[in-house]
């Protein structure tokens, strides 16, 4: 278990801190990993607000965990934990003073400052941290993605936030490096040696990143119109995604030499020009349709947009073809793709291998399909391998796919791993490997904009797609002009 500590969170009334924050220290409370006398210090901007503050809690936790991990007894301990207090991030007068004072109660302990709050705001709350003398050596900042909106604003809030915090003792979430199949990725490549002699562009055909989600804004409309999916998704997850399947084995396993491996892949991914953005992007908004069985509405009309406003162009699904320049992925395209009101909610990667380079079998054995790693990060966590074998009901040659499959949310018989408790713990403990680099941010970011400044020039216009389907059918015309097909969660 962690040392004891004190983790203060910024916006602590926000949507994020209320959705996943308070949920996985909960989830870290009544799974005894969290240290008796811990104390979560949580700051609303308005008095009201925190008065109230642990009924809105409550009202929370029942909303975003799952049914059985709820009781009664365990919140009336939890909520012991929590100490809510009025602060204006952007007001530094004695509110700020009452803060160094309750975490002055404690002043050898490790101290998380977790910021949910929006990016502008990091540098003048890290001041008044600074000034307010309450960043001691123990000291920790965790800030949430999105880090800026391009490189320029990304590499201006690093360095704001550079002048009170060293590199060290800066965490950069994101939470999909905290998901236990992510890790994972990592074990499977790096400790087995039937897939490291495979994961090159000599076995390989092409790899599929997908993160397709069934939700729509969820109350966030001012914030997502701003980013979109490019910025929200595709320029943290699913790269991220893409280092940790792409980047060579490190010399060692610490969070430096990985870092510096998925920096390389970073600066390797080869430069989608403005003027190619259409040949090898798609972007997508949802309009209305059905999904699961309910009717919904339109993003326009979900954002409140009425019939004389020009329409939000915001794309809502982003679908991307990727080379990486080095000698191990020469001409191996990745295919990325994420959107919001999909079909049905799964994160997975495929790796498609190539086709047996003899047909050994007659036509009548039936077609051969090529090998591909499935590997889910959600809703289940899975890895499954697709091979041809014989149908064992002929007596005669007939081949077919089976599958071996390797599903870790049924051998661990527990509740899907929550990745942002992992975080917050390993934030407590120092563990620095699951968190990001400025240097990955800013390379990320220098890749990202060109394809927006693509957009910004380009007259052709957002595509539509049914809320519940898969997306723009450019999106699928992008890989069938490679002769290619996307694998649809559960549909591989
Ligand atoms: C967040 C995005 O980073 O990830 C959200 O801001 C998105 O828009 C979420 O819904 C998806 O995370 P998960 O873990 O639910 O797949």
């Avoid at 909960?26 to 006398?37: D, F, K, M, S």
């Avoid at 020009?310 to 991307?320: G, R």
Wanted: glycine share 4%.
């Amino acid at each position: 278990m962690v040392d004891v500590f004190d983790i203060v969170i910024f916006g602590g009334g926000g949507d994020l801190s209320q959705r996943k924050l308070l949920p996985a220290l909960y989830r870290a409370y009544y799974l005894n990993e969290l240290p008796q006398h811990t104390r979560i210090i949580t700051t609303c901007r308005n008095a009201e607000k925190a008065n109230i503050y642990r009924h809105t809690v409550v009202e929370s936790l029942q909303s975003y965990l799952n049914k059985d991990e709820f009781s009664e007894p365990r919140w009336q301990g939890f909520k012991q934990l929590i100490f809510p207090i009025a602060l204006d991030i952007t007001q530094r007068d004695y509110q700020w003073e009452q803060l160094h004072d309750l975490l002055g109660k404690h002043l050898s302990r490790r101290r998380i400052y977790y910021l949910a709050v929006p990016p502008a705001l990091f540098g003048i709350c890290c001041k008044h941290l600074h000034e307010s003398l309450s960043i001691t050596d123990k000291s920790r900042l965790v800030v949430e993605k999105p880090l800026g909106y391009n490189a320029v604003s990304a590499e201006a809030i690093n360095s704001e936030i550079a002048s009170y915090f060293p590199e060290s003792c800066i965490y950069r979430i994101d939470h999909y490096l905290g998901k236990e199949t992510v890790q994972n990725l990592l074990a499977l490549r790096f400790s087995n040696f039937i897939f490291e002699q495979l994961w090159d562009a000599k076995s390989i055909d092409h790899v599929q990143i997908s993160i397709s989600e069934t939700v729509g804004l969820e109350g966030r409309a001012g914030f997502y119109d701003e980013v979109g999916a490019l910025r929200d998704m595709l320029q943290n997850h699913l790269l991220q995604l893409l280092c940790l399947i792409a980047m060579e084995p490190p010399n060692k396993m610490n969070s430096k030499t990985v870092q510096a491996e998925k920096i390389k892949v970073l600066e390797a991914l080869r430069v989608i020009k403005p003027e190619e953005v259409n040949l090898h992007c798609v972007r997508g908004q949802y309009c209305a349709g059905v999904c699961g069985n309910e009717k919904v509405p339109a993003y326009l009309q979900e954002l409140g947009q009425n019939a004389n406003d020009k329409p939000s162009d915001t794309e809502t699904f982003v679908a991307l073809r990727v080379y990486i320049d080095n000698w191990r992925w020469s001409q191996v395209p990745f295919y990325l793709r994420t959107g919001k009101r999909l079909k049905s909610q799964c994160a997975e990667i495929v790796i498609q291998f190539k086709a047996v380079s003899h047909q050994l079998f007659d036509e009548k054995a039936g077609a051969m399909q090529a090998n591909k790693l499935v590997i889910r990060l959600q809703p289940e966590e899975t890895m499954e391998l697709i091979l041809m074998a014989k149908n064992m009901d002929r007596r005669d040659i007939q081949l077919q796919p089976a599958s071996l499959n390797l599903n870790f949310t049924e051998v661990h018989h527990q509740c899907q791993s929550d990745a942002y408790k992992r975080l917050i713990l390993d934030a407590v403990a120092d563990k620095t490997s699951l968190f990001i680099h400025r240097r990955e941010v800013q390379a990320a970011w220098l890749w990202i904009d060109p394809i927006i400044a693509g957009w910004q020039k380009s007259a052709v216009p957002i595509t539509l797609y049914p809320a519940g389907s898969w997306g723009p059918i450019d999106a699928d015309e992008l890989l069938a002009r490679d002769h290619r097909y996307w694998f649809n969660g559960g549909e591989v």
